[in-house]
Nanobody, 127 residues
């Protein structure tokens, strides 16, 4: 059973930084791509960032490029996989519930290419 648990959300002011953490466990992760999505109040869930395991390439939605950075760490036995989303220069429009997801993607922005999802962590940015 794969588990994804997000943490690190909170209430911050515009311009502040947060680092979200997604801890994944329950299977080996040698071929797992990781992504971050978010759902703002009254809106559809949208892609934020992703990291390809096979080539280390990162992907970002335009609104967060230059402000957010996705990275990962895998334990030596592949039993635990942690993905981070460093969010700098936060804006009120970044307010949302942030979800991490795991899968094997060809199109990292597409939700259905991810097999596993966390429960989400709330990020609120005040102006």
């Amino acid at each position: 059973q794969v588990q994804l648990v997000e943490s690190g959300g909170g209430l911050v002011q515009a311009g502040d930084s947060l680092r979200l953490t997604c801890a994944a466990s329950g299977r080996t992760f040698s071929n797992s791509d990781m992504g971050w999505f978010r759902r703002a109040p009254g809106k559809e869930r949208e892609f934020v960032a992703a990291l390809s395991w096979s080539n280390g390439r990162t992907y970002y939605t335009d609104s967060v490029k230059g402000r957010f950075t996705v990275s990962r760490a895998i334990s030596r036995d592949n039993a635990k996989n942690t993905v981070y989303l460093q969010m700098n220069s936060l804006k009120p429009e970044d307010t949302a519930v942030y979800y991490c997801a795991m899968g094997t993607f060809t199109r990292p922005t597409t939700e259905y290419e991810y097999d596993y999802w966390g429960q989400g962590t709330q990020v609120t940015v005040s102006s």
